[in-house]
């Protein structure tokens, strides 16, 4: 019986992480598209500086339908389940990045080319606002009363690291195997094309779990909430505004660095944009080992504890992060990646999903989870790239983003600190 429950939990999390790649491979693909090859082809007629932030408002199209997202699959995962919701996010997940590779570009089909890119970026984002909190949920309920929150979280967490290894090893494989010519001919839609052999992986896993232990143990004590959103922002809206906040800096940072860096270094000539992207795959496999030990040690220090550390951490690599790149030097700027993304983000990545899973009770914790999450998306990662590339056209300075990144650090410092979880919320009631 033991060996069948240990099995099931390992296929659950194996099925969480499978999830949990594909979503960041695919956004991770998406914004490296959109800093070298999305303003060629499909916004030809801008300038430079325009055709990249018209790129990038594509980009950021995906994060304002994630909210969306979140609250249909939060309703749904929150009524009957997380299994059936969890497989229909990694089908359109999968569909629309594969969708993407095969899209016409503006010099064949015009207008419509753009407009087709950003519907693709919506469905992507649909589905990754339903996803992020479905795989982590799947693995952090599957020990009951809240135990190894902080490893079972980190690890769909480390689908960050590995999808943005496995991206990061596609375009550069295609730049190195096709010239400029044949890059922007066929090249950049192989990594868009070789999606479904992730998603193959991730819905065969998904069609053999069952649902979670604490999900079937909360539906024999109460009957699901008929509008789970609702119960969410009356319940506790103050704890709501808080969770948001609390992911803003690490969202933030993680897209100046791995996304806006593209732009910069290639504005400025310091090094060729592959030269980021292999600075980002060194960060990214370190990155692998870093999550499962921060969530480990999460656990045994506490989340927010972690979290606090991880975000003072986060301030000083940005404080260092340009400086490094203008060095020119690749090892440098992969020393600036390893600090701020596989260490001081990966303090805070790890811990994350097991600390905001905890803030909202369990028959409304997919909808909560899903949606701060994802609400957050739009105001951090999906404005950051557009909101650092027109900083600094207007400045001509790297220091108006890091001031930028700087004041999210700030914001989610004091979030995290006044965040409270149902375990120092319940005792609080009861008095």
């Not at 119960?231 to 506790?236: D, S």
């Amino acid at each position: 019986m033991r060996q069948t429950q240990d099995r099931l939990r390992l296929r659950a999390l194996g099925a969480s992480l499978a999830g949990s790649t594909l979503e960041w491979y695919d956004y991770m693909i998406f914004g490296q598209a959109a800093a070298l090859v999305f303003p060629k082809l499909f916004f030809p007629d801008s300038s430079p500086v325009a055709g990249a932030l018209s790129s990038f408002a594509a980009f950021a199209a995906g994060f304002v339908a994630r909210p969306v997202g979140a609250v249909i699959a939060g309703h749904f995962g929150d009524r009957v389940g997380r299994r059936g919701v969890l497989l229909a996010t990694i089908v359109t997940m999968g569909v629309a990045t594969c969708a993407i590779g095969l899209l016409p570009t503006h010099a064949q089909i015009g207008v419509w080319a753009p407009v087709l890119l950003t519907v693709c970026r919506i469905l992507q984002g649909l589905a990754l606002g339903g996803e992020w909190g479905g795989s982590v949920l799947l693995a952090v309920e599957q020990l009951p009363g809240g135990r190894r929150k902080g490893l079972l979280g980190s690890i769909p967490q480390a689908g960050d690291p590995l999808g943005l290894l496995l991206a990061g090893a596609s375009f550069a494989l295609m730049t190195t195997v096709a010239d400029d010519e044949a890059f922007l001919a066929w090249g950049w839609r192989v990594p868009f094309l070789f999606g479904a052999s992730i998603l193959l992986v991730g819905l065969w896993l998904r069609l053999r779990i069952t649902e979670t232990p604490e999900f079937l143990e909360n539906v024999k004590k109460a009957e699901p909430e008929k509008a789970p959103l609702v119960a969410v922002l009356r319940t506790n809206p103050g704890n709501f505004i808080l969770s948001v906040g609390c992911r803003l800096a690490v969202d933030i940072g993680f897209y100046i660095f791995t996304v806006f860096s593209i732009t910069y270094v290639t504005a400025r000539g310091l090094m060729p944009g592959g030269a980021v992207l292999t600075a980002t795959m060194v960060a990214a496999a370190l990155a692998l080992v870093t999550t499962p030990a921060f969530g480990a040690l999460a656990d045994r220090v506490g989340g927010k504890r972690m979290l606090l550390c991880g975000l003072a951490g986060l301030g000083v690599a940005e404080l260092l992060f340009f400086p490094l790149l203008d060095t020119g030097s690749t090892a440098l700027a992969s020393v600036a990646m390893v600090l701020g993304f596989s260490l001081a983000g990966m303090a805070i990545w790890a811990p994350y999903a097991g600390l905001i899973s905890s803030v909202f009770p369990p028959a409304t914790r997919y909808t909560g989870t899903s949606f701060s999450f994802q609400f957050s998306g739009i105001i951090g990662g999906g404005v950051a790239p557009f909101i650092s590339t027109a900083l600094f056209d207007a400045t001509g300075s790297s220091a108006s983003v890091t001031l930028y990144g700087m004041i999210a650090v700030v914001i989610s410092i004091v979030c995290v600190a006044a965040v409270r979880t149902q375990e120092e919320l319940v005792p609080a009631a009861a008095r």
